[in-house]
């Protein structure tokens, strides 16, 4: 990254993540508890603190969030799935996204064709998971924040390994906000493509990647009802 000298050197700013970073003069770097710089900062958090950085008076818009969460999926994801790993099985706690086309699409008020789930449980025939799309962007930060308190590993995500899940179940999930919006059965038969697993380390940009397809009514409609 080339140096951007209308950023003050020093300057520390508090990311989307809540974490406090500093401007070393080419890149942003976290600063630790006893002041000093440790990690650098996610291309995602450190493309937004220099977007404030250099017009402090104004926040950051949510066509901007997205723009950027787009651009992160297609330099991830595209068309290979990079960022995501393909399973046979999916794994109750982890987050998956797949095609899927519904049984009873002629009768549903509306479906999204590209579900991102938290997957609750698993049983034969099908499966139950918290879908991501039905809620609004803006929203989908503060459920995942919730669902971290059920995480097996704690801190920050971007420190998480494979093997962190979420040790949920509806009953514990039910009274989160937007989560009676969220919940859906689906079956095996039904979907279309493979099951692409999101590492946990990404569980933060996935939930922002504007890759929902609604059959039946607009987004804007879905995350207003």
Do not use: C
Not at 6 to 18: F, N
Not at 48 to 72: F, I, M
Not at 88 to 94: D, V
Request: aromatic share 12%.
């Amino acid at each position: 990254m080339a140096k951007d000298k209308t950023i003050p050197l020093g300057t520390e700013m508090k990311g989307k993540d809540r974490k406090v970073y500093r401007w070393l003069g080419a890149q942003w770097a976290y600063v630790t508890k006893n002041g000093n710089t440790g990690r650098m900062a996610r291309k995602i958090i450190a493309d937004d603190l220099t977007a404030r950085a250099g017009a402090p008076k104004k926040k950051l818009s949510k066509v901007s969030k997205t723009k950027k969460a787009g651009n992160w999926f297609r330099d991830k994801v595209g068309d290979s799935a990079k960022g995501f790993s393909s399973r046979s099985k999916l794994q109750p706690g982890k987050i998956f996204t797949f095609g899927y086309d519904a049984k009873m699409k002629k009768t549903l008020p509306y479906w999204d064709r590209f579900p991102l789930i938290v997957v609750l449980d698993v049983y034969s025939g099908g499966f139950m998971g918290l879908n991501f799309h039905y809620i609004k962007p803006t929203d989908r930060e503060r459920f995942l924040n919730k669902l971290l308190k059920f995480s097996s590993q704690k801190g920050d995500p971007e420190t998480f390994n494979s093997k962190a899940i979420f040790n949920i179940t509806w009953d514990a999930v039910k009274t989160i906000p937007g989560a009676d919006k969220m919940i859906h059965k689906y079956l095996y038969s039904h979907v279309k493509t493979s099951l692409m697993e999101s590492h946990p380390s990404e569980w933060e940009n996935v939930i922002y990647l504007p890759y929902q397809r609604f059959v039946g009514a607009s987004a804007k409609t879905v995350w207003g009802k």
